[in-house]
């Protein structure tokens, strides 16, 4: 079964920028399809970026888009979420997520009850 670790969160001031890592492990990458997800005490669980497996599509949430970039190397078993322009508002314990696996290509959705497998997260502090 597929595992994940999350790292490269911390505190960053307004308009910096941070690169998350999730590295995988137990099983190949390409048959998941990966979503990041935030969560801030009180709130629910909000999907912010998700990449298909065997498929180039990627999705993001209004409130990151054109500031976060997602990608995969499926050969490093790692994917990345790259944050740029940060906002007070984007802090919070960043997650990722697995959801398969699937033979064919998928692409995941932002609905955390699809994602099987999650990692620790990660907190990312955005202050001054």
């Known amino acids: 079964q597929l595992q994940l670790v999350e790292s490269g969160g911390g505190l960053v001031q307004p308009g910096g920028s941070l690169r998350l890592s999730c590295v995988t492990s137990?099983?190949?990458?390409?048959?998941?399809?990966i979503g990041w997800f935030r969560q801030v005490p009180g709130k629910e669980r909000e999907g912010i970026a998700c990449i298909g497996s065997r498929d180039p599509s990627r999705h993001y949430a209004d409130s990151v888009k054109g500031r976060f970039t997602i990608s995969r190397d499926d050969a490093k078993s790692t994917v990345f979420l790259e944050m740029n322009g940060l906002r007070p508002e984007d802090t919070g314990v960043y997650y990722c997520?697995?959801?398969?696996?699937?033979?064919?290509?998928?692409?995941?959705?932002?609905?955390?009850?699809?994602?099987?497998?999650w990692g620790q997260g990660t907190q990312v502090t955005v202050s001054s």
């Open positions: 137990g099983a190949s990458l390409d048959y998941y399809g």
């Open positions: 997520a697995a959801d398969g696996p699937y033979s064919g290509s998928y692409i995941p959705s932002f609905d955390p009850y699809e994602y099987r497998t």
